[in-house]
């Protein structure tokens, strides 16, 4: 059973704009590292501390933000919580954060205008006297043939089951 996933617009863009948001502080998280681990002695802490303690904010921000695009159904909350992160993003590294702000903002203000996708039902009718599953069930005329060959066959039951959706892998309504 193969099962597509479909990407909405503003999960697209949260994606490239955590990917590239993720990219810098990542390289220069690891050559800190790197560099005090040949070194032995912490002394890049004493210059580049708070720099280090900025990457590690900015890494939280936009793994919380992916987080929150992919796991969180409820589209209105989705795109709040993501001007958020552009706001926080732009609090904590000022005029370097103003591409991730535009960008968060922009993805937040489609989640905002997103409408939810209604669920796909599947109707089925059946005829209460018989229990036969009556086929054609688009056309007003469905019980014709049915009652062609079983006139006294008067009461039907209409049944509806909800399918489930393919748009993502939402653990959250």
Known sequence: MIIYLTMKLYQKLTLITAILGLIIPLLGVFAYVFINS?????VLAL???TAVLIAIVIIAINIAALVVTFYIRNTKLVGIIL???GTLLFLTVQIW???GLVL???SGIIALREKPTPPIRKYTIQCLTCDKELNGINSPDFAKDHLVDN???LEYRVFVKILPTTDSTSKFP
Do not use: M, N, R
Not at 38 to 42: D, E, K, M, R
């Open 83 to 85: 001007i958020s992160c």
């Open 97 to 99: 954060g103003i591409p």
């Open 151 to 153: 006139p006294t066959h």
């Open 47 to 49: 210059f580049l501390g």
């Open 104 to 106: 968060y903002i922009v």
């Open 38 to 42: 040949l070194t032995g002695i912490p």
